[in-house]
T-cell receptor
Framework: AQSVSQHNHHVILSEAASLELGCNYS??????LFWYVQYPGQHLQLLLK??????LVKGIKGFEAEFIKSKFSFNLRKPSVQWSDTAEYFC????????????FGKGTRLHILP | GAVVSQHPSRVICKSGTSVKIECRSL??????MFWYRQFPKQSLMLMAT?????????EQGVEKDKFLINHASLTLSTLTVTSAHPEDSSFYIC????????????FGPGTRLTVL
């Protein structure tokens, strides 16, 4: 069965540190990949997405993610985090040829220390 | 285990009929639930916020008379797509805040609606 896993449930970093949040999925077919962010008190916001093409995707606010098909991974990165990046981050995978079913990871809560 | 369920997981209906989708929180009570919609090859779109004891709050561009939301209890919200048309075919997913705030959420498994 398809699944999405985010390895880190809670991450604490200092400002200017580099960030990498892991996301893996299980499915051998075609996928569309998303990272969403939810800031405190707000709704989901799309950070970036991958459908096809260059596996290195750049999103808003300095975030990027790399799709590594052989590893079934879509890790989110940011070279230097800011206090304002404190939020919860969700990886989501749309499994094509499966009614485009989308499954969310359980989320990673990121806390940036000022 | 799952903390948010949706029923049905998949529904096919004829144009002009109405379809009800349920979202249940299994382990906790929620005064607020969120309904999202995803079109193929697009990102998730927030449709509305379901509020227990009061009217739902709809996002701009979402027809409240077409997408009826009822927060029937602290564990159940329903989304009814009235007079469905093929363009309503989509993947509908609900989410439930994890705590008293909306800081983080549990997502339901989603419902695939196909309108013929």
């Amino acid at each position: 069965a398809q699944s999405v896993s985010q390895h880190n449930h809670h991450v604490i970093l200092s400002e200017a540190a580099s960030l990498e949040l892991g996301c893996n999925y299980s499915y051998g077919g075609t996928v569309n990949l998303f990272w969403y962010v939810q800031y405190p008190g707000q709704h989901l916001q799309l950070l970036l997405k991958y459908f096809s093409g260059d596996p290195l995707v750049k999103g808003i606010k300095g975030f990027e993610a790399e799709f590594i098909k052989s590893k079934f991974s879509f890790n989110l990165r940011k070279p230097s985090v800011q206090w304002s990046d404190t939020a919860e981050y969700f990886c989501a995978v749309a499994f094509m040829n499966r009614d485009d079913k989308i499954i969310f990871g359980k989320g990673t809560r990121l806390h940036i220390l000022p | 285990g799952a903390v948010v369920s949706q029923h049905p997981s998949r529904v096919i209906c004829k144009s002009g009929t109405s379809v009800k989708i349920e979202c249940r929180s299994l382990d906790f009570q929620a005064t607020t639930m969120f309904w999202y919609r995803q079109f193929p090859k697009q990102s998730l779109m927030l449709m509305a916020t379901s509020n227990e004891g009061s009217k739902a709050t709809y996002e701009q561009g979402v027809e409240k008379d077409k997408f009826l939301i009822n927060h029937a209890s602290l564990t159940l919200s329903t989304l009814t797509v009235t007079s469905a048309h093929p363009e309503d075919s989509s993947f509908y997913i609900c989410s439930v805040p994890r705590g008293l705030s909306t800081d983080t959420q549990y997502f339901g498994p989603g419902t695939r609606l196909t309108v013929l």
